[in-house]
């Protein structure tokens, strides 16, 4: 098993990154043909997952000593409970679906499983910084890639009102570069050769040019500075890797220049131009549906809206609204929770580095899929199931160090939690405390 859960934890990150280069074309290309279903790069790692999960019984988790963790564990199995046992049946019984047709829609949703498959499984064999190397370097090897192909060819980009804005690569990879600079900025030791890293993280954010990223990322390091408060080695290294892209930008062309300023000046401006406007109205027109079919599914209904786009019929690009629209209210509450308990988890333990840095990255991820589809999108999944389960892993690990009796404790006998008078509080409150 361990040699599987290695090879399907790296798969993970191999495919996320693969399939933003290479978007369309890896993510949509079939590698196997069933006769009666196309076999894509994501169903092979997905069902890697589910392996991994059944054959290594992580599903036994009723000795979970963390409250916490059993609540997030429990709400992934109640999420994906409501998605099996309601939203298939209903759409292959009453609305006359093909039962494979179902869970291919259903897939991403499904991908929820990636969160217990790091924290049971893949945590298991490889320590938290192997699993975050690993990310780093899927995460670097995309940044240049962003930087050589803008070399190359220049801004790849969409009209915009009378703007041409930049944009090297999709922009979803921010929640890539995102990862890559905050771990390397604030989890690993601060190093002099990490800062080009970290300078390489964000000279590709800026190539991405999508406000979602520049905004997410503006709100993530106010929670990371208040995390890390009084730590000037690392504030002096933000403001240095920020200045150093900045002179880099400026210094890039007219057209890159133009471009992030641009970003930057409608940043919170709802009608700064159509792209904009657009996805304020259909967040509109998407509550509008929402108000009148609270349990739709978008797997019964194939509609977003009460009114049609024609070829632009695409999901409104708010995670709430989205979540409302495609899955209903029950689905919607039970994932919001999940992301809710994950931060407060990880909030009670920011003293902690690892759990500070997948905070701010989890508040990253959940202000840019505000204002995005990503929610749902397999290419990032991998990015947000990871951080969860650091969270649930580190918390996991302050328990159990909690737990174990201090050299002090054992040389006078004293069991874990027992009372002395030099310390007043015991480890078991403690615990309670670290692990409720």
Known sequence: MKPLAIVVSAALAVFSVLAIALEPDFRFTAVLNLGFVDVYPFDIVFVAVVFCLLASGAFHFRHERCAGNRAVIWLIVAYVAYQLLVVLPVAVVVHDLRLIDVLKLQESRLAILFIPFFYSVALRYWRPATVIAVFDVAAATLALWVLIRYALDGGQGYWDGDLYRLRAVWGGASLVFAWLLFTSLFYWPLRLWRLPVAALALGALVLANHRSGILALL????????????NLKRLVAVVAVVAVVGVGVYAASPFVRSSVAYSLRTLVNPSADVNATDRVTRSVLGLQYFSQHPLGDYIWSQRYYLVSFG???????????QL???QGVVATLLFLALIAVSMWISWRNRAHRLSAVMLSYLVFYVVFCLFNTNIESPENYAFFAVCIGLILHDNRRSAEELATPTPDDAEAGEPPGATSASRPSTVASLMNASCR
């Open 324 to 326: 409302l629209v495609t």
């Open 219 to 230: 709100s993530a390091l106010v929670v990371q500075l208040l995390a890390m408060r009084g």
């Open 311 to 321: 070829e632009r019929d695409f999901a409104p690009h708010n995670m709430v609204v």
